[in-house]
Nanobody, 124 residues
Framework: HVQLVESGGGSVQAGVSLRLACTVS????????MGWFRQTPGKAREAIAA????????TYTDAIQGRFTVSRDNAKSTVYLQLNSLKSEDTALYYC??????????????????WGQGTQVTVS
């Protein structure tokens, strides 16, 4: 079965960068979109970015204002989220998510079938 494991979170000061990684296993086909989301207590899970199966097409939410970049290395079965110029409001639990392997790119949380356990990012 599909498993996603995030890493790279931590406690940092405002203005610095972090790179989150999501290691993927269990897909039997390569044509799966991956997404990144974040959530804070009491709030709905927020979509941040998504990337298609080939790593060519990426979409982002306006809220991150060009500070974050999603990428993937299919040879390593890993998806990345580069977080630059971090702000206190970026503090959240960050999740990666895997979509059905049908070649489409998805934006909303309900469209993703597989989820990691999350990695905490705290910005002070």
């Amino acid at each position: 079965h599909v498993q996603l494991v995030e890493s790279g979170g931590g406690s940092v000061q405002a203005g610095v960068s972090l790179r989150l990684a999501c290691t993927v296993s269990g897909y039997t086909r390569r044509s799966y979109c991956m997404g990144w989301f974040r959530q804070t207590p009491g709030k709905a899970r927020e979509a941040i970015a998504a990337i298609d199966s080939d790593g060519i097409l990426a979409t982002y939410t306006d809220a991150i204002q060009g500070r974050f970049t999603v990428s993937r290395d299919n040879a390593k079965s890993t998806v990345y989220l580069q977080l630059n110029s971090l702000k206190s409001e970026d503090t959240a639990l960050y999740y990666c998510a895997g979509a059905p392997p049908n070649g489409l790119i998805y934006k909303w949380a309900y469209e993703y079938h597989y989820w990691g356990q999350g990695t905490q990012v705290t910005v002070s």
